[in-house]
């Protein structure tokens, strides 16, 4: 297991202070972090944590995962890298829509 959490189904309200707090409870925490919409700033109800060993992590999971953190249960999983997403369509533009080509 490594020491990259994934943290899921947190409330909006979330601040990375108190994920940090939460975690600190079992071991050092090196960074906590959720993860906002780049727009709108709001929280996407997910967010990440870095403990200080693989021990510390799986502690950490054992005791968080499927706990109540601030009215959600919480779900903790190692973190997995993201899978690469496929490219979005719309090569060529967008077709004229509403243009009389005659």
């Known amino acids: 297991m490594g020491a990259k959490l994934y943290v899921g189904n947190l409330s909006y309200s979330v ?3 108190k994920l940090e707090e939460l975690f600190a409870q079992h071991g050092k925490v090196v960074s906590a972090r959720v993860i906002t919409d780049k727009f ?4 996407k109800g ?7 060993s693989d021990e510390e992590a799986e502690r ?5 995962n499927g706990t109540e953190f601030e009215g959600r249960s919480i779900v ?10 496929p490219p979005r369509g719309g090569e060529g533009g967008g077709g004229g829509y509403g243009r009389d080509r005659r």
Do not use: K
């Open 15 to 17: 601040v990375e202070a």
């Open 40 to 43: 709108s700033g709001r929280s």
């Open 60 to 64: 950490a999971t054992a005791a968080l």
């Open 76 to 85: 903790v999983s190692e973190a997995r890298p993201q899978q690469p997403r």
């Open 46 to 52: 997910f967010g990440f944590v870095e403990m200080g």
